[in-house]
């Protein structure tokens, strides 16, 4: 196999994964299997428009309260609904800033930066938030996203691997069967 349909197979797979993680956590419907990237995105809904009355209020509120990290994890939530992830990612560090004990936020960060296209980043929240809790389902499901990002594909189908050994009856992390055969089926052809 060429590298570059490698490469695009790659890219297929982690687009694959990024949509139905954010299916799984925002109701978006996923895109059908077989369908096109094109396809896709007509059945997605956009992403939420930010209230700007909402935000304006919000920001004040974190301006008038810089002690107070809840707001801006609240600013955060509002810009990654909206993928705004580069307006997010600064809310969700604020945030850490005041109180880095937040794995839930932590999580909400690596996720933005995974969006972003910052995978190193965001593999350092991911890992941090496995740290204080080395079995957490949606830190080890992203870290093989960023894995995979990062064009570790064989790190990604284990660390996969490892969720699918602990959640063994989740219906979403057993989907990730598939998206792992197909990752090892291009890591051989690619040989």
Known sequence: MRR??????????????VAGYMAASWNVVPRPA???????????????RLNPDEVKAMESLASRQPGDAAVRVELGNLYMEAE???????????ALALDPARSDTTLD????????????????AFDQVLKADP??????????IALLQLGRPAEAVAAWEDLR?????????????????QLR???????
Do not use: M
């Open 4 to 17: 570059e349909t490698l490469s695009f197979t790659l890219a297929g797979v982690v687009f694959g994964l």
């Open 165 to 181: 050994k602990r959640y063994p009856d989740d219906p979403q992390v057993q989907a990730l069967r598939g998206r792992i055969e």
């Open 185 to 191: 089926a291009a890591s051989a052809a690619g040989k």
């Open 135 to 144: 079995g957490h389902r949606n830190a080890l499901y992203n870290r093989g």
């Open 84 to 94: 705004r992830w580069d307006e997010a990612i600064r809310w969700f560090r604020e």
């Open 34 to 48: 077989g369908g096109s990237v094109q396809a896709a995105a007509a059945a997605t809904p956009a992403a939420p």
């Open 109 to 124: 960060l690596g996720t933005c930066l995974v969006n972003s296209g910052k995978p190193a980043e965001a593999l350092a």
